[in-house]
């Protein structure tokens, strides 16, 4: 299966669009890209270096001549896995195609082998010139990836193609393009992510501490390869996955209702949510006194995993494990016990698990093959996950 792509440089050419280039960098951030911006000279005549070393916590250089001690150019090239240039001036498609290496960033071109991905944005007379369509036909044929302007509004009075797309629809081509195969056309997959809350009185409940963090990027990870996505979202606050279909819960009880309404036509569940164990046995109507926390009972909420496996047919079942050491035989017991096929293991003691962006534990599939998972980002687990599985959705 191919690797999942984390490290990226988002360059950026010296065209007005450049400005929409920010967007861009937030979004592939949250979908847990490590981004480097390298701008062209003439780029920060639009967006400065200040604006891209604050969105991008890192430090933005244009020309070889500077941090010469790092060798940027080839240091940036062997590190990445894509270069990502939005906008794609008509001057910059022209010196890229000719092979020049006039500053940082047409220098890292021709130094990297990583995918190679161009977004241009001009106006309709350059993009419809005779150069530019030479140039551009010139790198497809040598493995670039071009995507066809958006037409509408430009500067000033002029209006048609060359418009710099919509940042969702650049991330679409994006996926589109770094998804080697696209494994998960026509599958639908649900995805329960955050925590359970049960209420107490109409001011508090009983939660945990689950953020949802790695629901969403199994999500992300399932969309960018193809899938139909539905999440069964309880009390996350992150930004919903462009594409997916996001089911609001608060409660065991109302994910259970909508597990039940969703999982026959589903190919693939991945239970990342964190389920609330009890409950209360009595909700009061009205905020509860201090004096009335003396002592709260409490009813055992139905396993859900377990209960959901019993319907199985086809589906395929990913579970999650949050344990305060990797405790393998337990792991396996769960496992067993609630009919997965997969189950991830992690230790959350130290506390670094939880709302963190990075995870680490062990992945135990049904034959009892263990698959250890040093420290990383949330969104190469989701992308081990499903590669994890797909042999058995296909």
Same mark, same amino acid.
């Given at each position: ?18 400005? !929409? ?6 979004? /592939?951030?949250? $979908? ?22 604050? +969105? ?31 906008? *794609? ?32 944005? %001009? ?17 497809? #044929?040598? =493995?670039?990836? @071009? %995507?066809?302007?958006?037409?509408? $509004? ?64 199994? *999500? ?6 193809? *899938? ?27 994910? #259970? ?13 991945? %239970?990342?949510?964190? @389920? ?6 009595? @909700?009061?109507?009205?905020? +509860? ?40 035989? #337990? ?6 016990? !609630? =009919? ?40 190469? /687990?989701? =992308?081990? /996950? ?9």
């Amino acid at each position: 299966m191919p690797k999942r792509i984390s490290k990226v440089i988002l360059g950026v050419g010296g065209g007005i669009a450049a400005y !929409k280039s920010c967007d861009l960098l937030r979004r /592939l951030q949250e $979908r847990n890209y490590d981004v480097t911006v390298v701008p062209t000279p003439s780029a920060l005549n639009f967006v400065g270096t200040a604006t891209w070393e604050a +969105l991008s916590a890192k430090k933005v250089t244009t020309q070889v001549w500077e941090s010469v001690d790092e060798v940027r150019h080839v240091k940036l090239a062997a590190e990445n896995e894509l270069i990502l240039i939005s906008p *794609a001036t008509a001057d910059l498609i022209a010196r890229i195609a000719m092979g020049r290496a006039d500053d940082l960033l047409t220098n890292l071109v021709l130094a990297s082998s990583a995918i190679k991905v161009l977004i241009p944005a %001009m106006h309709p007379n350059m993009w419809n010139n005779a150069a530019t369509v030479a140039n551009i036909a010139l790198l497809q #044929e040598r =493995g670039f990836h @071009v %995507m066809r302007p958006a037409t509408g $509004r430009l500067t000033g009075a002029d209006s048609g193609i060359g418009r710099l797309p919509d940042t969702s629809e650049i991330l679409s081509y994006l996926a589109s393009v770094i998804a080697d195969t696209q494994d998960l056309i026509g599958k639908r997959v649900l995805i329960t992510a955050g925590g359970t809350r049960e209420a107490i009185d109409p001011v508090r409940y009983i939660g945990n501490r689950s953020s949802g963090k790695q629901g969403y990027a199994v *999500a992300q990870a399932a969309l960018d390869r193809g *899938a139909e996505v539905t999440i069964l979202s309880a009390n996350v606050t992150l930004p919903d996955p462009v594409g997916a279909t996001v089911i609001s819960v608060e409660s065991t009880k109302d994910l #259970e209702i909508e597990l039940e309404r969703h999982f026959q036509n589903t190919d693939l569940l991945v %239970m990342a949510a964190a @389920v609330a164990d009890a409950r209360p046995t009595h @909700v009061g109507t009205e905020k +509860l006194k201090k004096d009335s926390y003396r002592e709260i009972s409490l009813v055992e909420n139905p396993d859900l995993v377990a209960q959901i496996s019993q319907q199985k047919r086809k589906q395929i079942i990913v579970g999650f494990a949050a344990e305060t050491s990797l405790n393998i035989a #337990e792991a396996n017991r769960k496992l067993l016990a !609630k =009919g997965l096929d997969l189950i991830y293991l992690n230790d959350v003691s130290t506390g670094e698990i939880f709302g963190s962006d990075s995870t680490q534990g062990v992945f135990i599939t049904a034959d009892g093959k263990e698959i250890p998972v040093s420290k990383s980002n949330k969104a190469t /687990l989701a =992308g081990q /996950l499903l590669d994890l599985v797909i042999s058995k959705l296909n």
